[in-house]
Nanobody
Framework: QVQLVESGGGLVQAGGSLRLSCAAS?????MGWFRQAPGQERGFVAA????????YYADSVKGRFTISRDNAKNTVYLQMNSLKPEDTAVYYC?????????????????WGQGTRVTVSS
């Protein structure tokens, strides 16, 4: 069982930046970020394969968000730039044992508690 703890959410103006962190108690094959806005389903944002560092992004965040990892700290980051009001959501860190990347929430076994991001216009 891998425990995940997110941090870094907050309130930011449109066009601003935030960096989310996800500290993991162990190593997972793939780590991902998902988000859920009020009244919407949880959706994929980005994922990274822990070994090799291959990354995947949702089209809506490509060019603005960057997922990365720090092997020494067992931490995954989501750098979010050029934020838009539609990025407002609770952001969740997730992990799965498989090294095969996936954008489907139900494929992930481990979840953090979520961190809220609010982007004002």
């Amino acid at each position: 069982q891998v425990q995940l703890v997110e941090s870094g959410g907050g309130l930011v103006q449109a066009g601003g930046s935030l960096r989310l962190s996800c500290a993991a108690s162990g190593r997972a094959g793939t780590m991902g970020w998902f988000r859920q806005a009020p009244g919407q389903e949880r959706g994929f944002v980005a994922a990274i394969m822990w070994s090799g560092g291959i990354t995947y992004y949702a089209d809506s965040v490509k060019g603005r968000f960057t997922i990365s990892r720090d092997n020494a700290k067992n931490t995954v980051y989501l750098q979010m730039n050029s934020l838009k009001p539609e990025d407002t959501a609770v952001y969740y860190c997730a992990g799965r044992g498989s090294v095969i990347g996936t954008t489907t929430p139900r494929d992930y076994n481990y979840w953090g508690q979520g961190t809220r991001v609010t982007v004002s216009s």
